[in-house]
């Protein structure tokens, strides 16, 4: 289903916390991971912008000219616009890249920015070779945090321009003769005029100015930031689930989206509500059966009410433990709470206890463009 | 022995070859070449000696028969300038806003005295060259290379003075000498360049010139005006007194001023005193003309006159006119004042009249007015009195209607008609639906199969048929009679089960289209 984006009746609708669609329109109702205190739709594939509403400013005073073979260091600010919700932006990485330069770090000694605070940092650019305009890259790797410990990572990036004015200095060699009438009795008195080149307009500080920021969504998924590096595949927030091999009551018999909470929850308990015995149903109920189909409760009993939930984060498809029995990806052993992203083909098994009794093997179906559209949860065995 | 000191022909030339198969004779020549000039031997085609000045000899009956056995040799002596010499030519470059600039540029150079070999490479075969060649091989390479590119960033006025610009222009200049002059032997010492005044720098100095003397045109005129408003400014006082000018000249400040307060003395404004004489003048001329034309016109009018008694007349008859005249006016004027007085009492009595009819008037309306009242509250009376009784009668209609139509009730209708009122009575008409909505279909089947027999006539089955089924359905809808298993603001999702509110068109749990 091609995104249309949302309208009026779609933000009405999210304060309800149980709808997932909009009951107008049927658009997916995409939640912020902080809805509680932004209140804000996110797109399939987008940051909150609220939540993640960062600002590169260069400094007042910053030189941004120098002459070939020269070095400049440029102070910079990142600023969180965001200042009206508790909502902190964590700079995990910034890379430099300048032209005919290999891709470096720059280091940093902080990685908060508090809502509508500033950071520093300095950016060190050349030599330069030539004359021109040296153009540098940063490349801005900024995440964003929920109260659960989710965490989503985008790139953005940002030029800055830079004016390298030919050769700033050279030598002029003044001489003075004093020769005699030997000519070889003579000397020369040389003195050295140091010519500095570097004009005044050259070194005039500007003034503070704010750097457009863009999402470098290639970027992302070369660096495994967000995505499936390895295939360049992405799974969006919009992405829906069929399942298959389970039994009727156990699985939805229709294509699913993650719910309400952006999540789809599996465990033993069953799907239908109920206030007193069953109030949190599960999407998926995770249970064991005898040959015969009766069901095992021993088995089962050691699979968790709710056991974990699958996600999407950064454009993968995550698992989030909550089960203090953990839980296990192919053979790796996950410890509750914790969130790992599930690949194309994983097994995902609640505990060692049920291993070849109860699982779920993941499948994506994604569009030409490496999108995933689709994910079959197939049970295994069935 | 003799020696001969051997220099450049002259200053202008850098290097030049001397031949020195000229110099012979019987006599053996010492040639000297001075330490300032290099010297180089050239010897059948080979360098034989290079160095800072020379001491050669030459010629001579010895060196001849030795020529004679071993044969001659060629030799050639280059001689070039050791000094640095300065070269000097003009360039032209245009400016960033397109304004062409003249300049010199003059070049320190000087053979390298530690390679002076390398004067071979400029040195042309059998001819001079002179140090002003230098510039003119270097000219093409520096004019396109250096000096365009740069004067090309800098607009015109902004050329002359600016170190950064002359610094650029000399290292640009410098480093290209070098790289044309440094395979040749000769050092580039020192580099500078002059520019000319350029067209924008002529325009700002007459322009600048223009507002200098501008600026001391009117300072002259600055310094006139203030000379004429300071002269007028001055106002010339003079005493005037009647008293002994004696007295006055031996009087104190404190008697001055008791003589002004006086007015025995009055200071004079010579200044003001000249000009009301101007203007005094101007007006006696003008009173002096005023006569003359006045004097002119009575002249005249006596001439015209025939005679004196003529004159008398006249002057008899126009005052007799003038009496008479005079009669009549006063006897208008009494006439008219007879007619105001009159006029003004029937004003009055009119007014007074106009007066009385109003205030008879205003009474009139005030006596209607509240007869009008009286008759108002009358009728208001009159008609609320009635509006009671019809509303009574309508109630009383009403109820009697209404148990006229009781009368004819069944007691199941009556339970219906009540359940609105009593909760009670909708909870026993309740359990009485439930209990006979079973059997209802059977019922209705019946009443169908009536219907068809024909038992009765068929317009008072129809009836009775359409009487049963609005009571099925009356109880049903209106009193509870069947349970109501849906919340009707609710609706339950086909697809996944979910309650939805009733308005809403998807289910907000699975997004699937709902069945309003």
């Not at chain 1, 984006?5 to 995409?30: M, N, Q, S, V, W």
């Not at chain 1, 000219?65 to 616009?81: C, E, F, W």
């Not at chain 1, 989206?257 to 308990?269: D, F, H, P, T």
């Not at chain 1, 499948?363 to 559209?373: C, D, K, Q, T």
């Amino acid at each position: 289903m091609e995104w249309t984006g949302y309208k009026t009746c779609c933000h009405r609708a999210a304060l309800d916390p149980a709808a997932a669609f909009c009951g107008d329109c049927a658009t997916p109702l995409i939640r912020c991971m902080n809805f509680n205190e932004c209140l804000q739709l996110v797109e399939p594939m987008k940051p909150c912008p609220v939540c993640l509403n960062p600002e590169l400013i260069v400094e007042e005073g910053a030189v941004s000219s120098g002459g070939v073979g020269t070095r400049l260091a440029i102070p910079l600010k990142l600023r969180n616009h965001n200042a009206e919700l508790p909502r902190p932006i964590f700079l995990k990485r910034l890379l430099k890249r300048e032209s005919g330069q290999d891709e470096t770090e720059v280091p940093l000694d902080w990685q908060v920015v508090e809502a509508g605070a500033e950071r520093s940092f300095l950016v060190e650019a050349g030599p330069f070779d030539t004359d021109g305009v040296a153009r540098v890259e940063l490349l801005l790797t900024m995440a964003m945090r929920s109260k659960e410990g989710f965490e989503e990572a985008y790139v953005f990036g940002g030029s800055l321009l830079l004016t390298v004015a030919r050769d700033s200095a050279q030598q002029v060699v003044q001489n003075i003769d004093f020769s005699g009438a030997h000519f070889e009795t003579g000397g020369l008195v040389k003195t050295d005029l140091r010519v500095d080149d570097a004009s005044p307009q050259q070194a005039q500080p500007a003034g503070r100015r704010v750097l457009p920021l863009e999402r470098l969504e290639v970027s992302e998924v070369k660096e495994g930031i967000r995505g499936y590096g390895q295939t360049g595949v992405r799974v969006p927030r919009t992405v829906q689930f069929a399942f298959h091999g389970f039994p009727e009551k156990d699985a939805p018999n229709f294509e699913v989206r993650l719910g309400a909470r952006g999540a789809l929850a599996m465990g033993r308990s069953g799907r239908e509500r109920d206030p007193e015995r069953n109030p949190s149903p599960m999407d998926v109920s995770l249970r064991a059966y005898g040959a015969s189909g009766a069901l095992d409760l021993e088995t089962s009993n050691r699979v968790s009410r709710h056991h974990f939930d699958l996600v999407v984060l950064n454009d993968r498809l995550c698992v989030h433990v909550r089960s203090a029995k953990g839980a296990i990806i192919n053979d790796r052993q996950l410890a509750a709470g914790s969130v790992e992203p599930i690949n194309d083909g994983d097994l995902i098994t609640p505990s060692g206890d049920v291993a070849g009794r109860i699982g779920l093997r993941a499948h994506f179906r994604s569009n030409p463009h490496g999108v995933v559209e689709r994910i079959d949860l197939r049970r295994d065995p069935s | 022995m003799a020696s001969q000191n051997i220099t450049l022909s002259d200053d202008a030339i850098l290097c030049e070859y001397v031949q020195i198969d000229d110099i012979k004779g019987f006599m053996q020549q010492r040639l000297g070449v001075g330490p300032d000039l290099m010297a180089m031997l050239i010897r059948d085609g080979e360098v034989a000696h290079v160095g800072h000045g020379a001491h050669i000899a030459v010629g001579g009956f010895w060196r001849s028969i030795k020529d004679a056995i071993a044969g001659t040799h060629a030799l050639r002596l280059l001689i070039a300038d050791l000094k640095p010499f300065p070269a000097t030519g003009g360039v032209i470059a245009v400016t960033r806003d397109n304004v062409p600039v003249q300049g010199e540029v003059t070049l320190e150079l000087q053979v390298n005295p530690d390679s002076p070999a390398g004067v071979l490479g400029f040195a042309s075969d059998n001819e001079i060259v002179t140090k002003d060649e230098m510039f003119e091989r270097l000219a093409p390479h520096i004019n396109e290379r250096v000096l365009q590119a740069v004067v090309k960033k800098v607009d015109a006025l902004d050329l002359r003075g600016d170190v950064d610009v002359q610094n650029k222009v000399q290292a640009e200049i410098m480093t290209e000498a070098e790289r044309i002059f440094g395979d040749m032997g000769l050092l580039v010492r020192a580099v500078s360049v002059t520019w000319g005044f350029n067209e924008e720098e002529l325009a700002e100095i007459q322009k600048r010139a223009e507002v200098r003397e501008q600026e001391m045109l009117d300072a002259k005129m600055e310094n006139f005006s203030r000379e004429i408003a300071r002269t007028a400014a001055v106002t010339e006082l003079r005493l005037k007194t009647d008293a002994n000018t004696e007295a006055v000249k031996a009087a104190s400040e404190s008697e001055l001023r008791q003589m002004l307060l006086t007015q025995e003395l009055e200071f004079v404004d010579a200044k003001e005193t000249g000009a009301r004489a101007a203007r005094m003048k101007a007006l006696q001329g003008e009173i002096d003309e005023m006569k003359v034309e006045q004097q002119a016109k009575f002249d005249l009018a006596l001439g015209e006159a025939k005679n004196d008694l003529d004159l008398k007349r006249v002057q008899t008859e126009i005052d007799k006119l003038n009496r008479e005249t005079d009669r009549l006016n006063r006897e208008q004027e009494a006439a008219l004042n007879k007619l105001e007085e009159l006029t003004k009492l029937e004003v009055a009595a009119k007014a007074r009249e106009e007066q009385m009819a109003s205030l008879k008037g205003l009474q009139d309306i005030d006596i209607e007015g509240e007869a009008a009242r009286a008759d108002i509250v009358s009728k208001s009376a009159d008609s609320e009195h009635a509006r009671d009784v019809d509303r009574r009668r309508q109630e009383d209609d009403t109820k009697l209607a209404e148990l006229r139509l009781q009368r004819e009730m069944t007691p199941d209708q009556l339970l219906a008609t009540q359940a609105g009122l009593s909760p009670e009575v909708a909870a026993v008409f309740a359990e009485r639906a439930k209990a006979e909505n079973q059997s209802a279909a059977e019922k209705m089947a019946l009443m169908e199969r009536l219907v068809e027999s024909g038992a009765k006539t068929g317009e008072q089955a129809k009836y009775f048929f359409e009487q049963f089924k609005e009571g099925v359905i009356g109880v049903a809808a209106g009193a509870g009679g069947a349970e109501a298993k849906e919340d009707p603001a609710t609706v339950i999702c086909e697809r996944c089960r979910t309650e939805n509110p009733a308005s809403s068109s998807f289910c907000q749990s699975c997004g699937a289209p709902l069945r309003t």
